[in-house]
């Protein structure tokens, strides 16, 4: 729906009315599923796009150039899907997205910047990261994240 006014050009009215969507986001684990209830439960109720995002490292290699793609394993696609799933069952307008970097945090919030969510849930497993990669991880996220932000308690 769009919304026009004669001093402003059309917007769509989400866009005016300051909705940010809520960004579900892993480092290519599946998600934790507090984090994956919140996620859905917070665009449901807010009624925002929700963005799933997986961010894969990719190291810098010839392959990773030439741009071919392993596929996710089968239980990390079933973790990303099910959330989506989820919400678009309930009305919800959903958005996946998979990010290739050999930073993967810095891609995140790269992502995060441009895409400009209301609330970014930090969702990855914790048990299927090396205690210190999610250690790092979390504390890159919780430092320069560019909106509210919420993490699963431990």
Known sequence: MLSRSPSLPAMPVQERSGARPVM???????????AA???VDAAVESGV?????????TPFLPSALAGWDVPAPPEVEESLSAPARLAHALGV?????????????????QVAGEREPGVLVFGPDRTRLPRRRYLKAERAVRDRAPCLLWIPPV
Do not use: K, M, W, Y
């Open 24 to 34: 579900l986001a892993t480092l290519d684990v599946p998600f934790d599923s507090e």
């Open 37 to 39: 209830a919140f996620g």
């Open 49 to 57: 796009v929700l963005i799933v995002v997986n961010v894969v490292e």
């Open 93 to 109: 307008q959903v958005e996946r997205l998979r990010v290739r970097s050999p930073h993967p945090v810095d891609a995140l919030l």
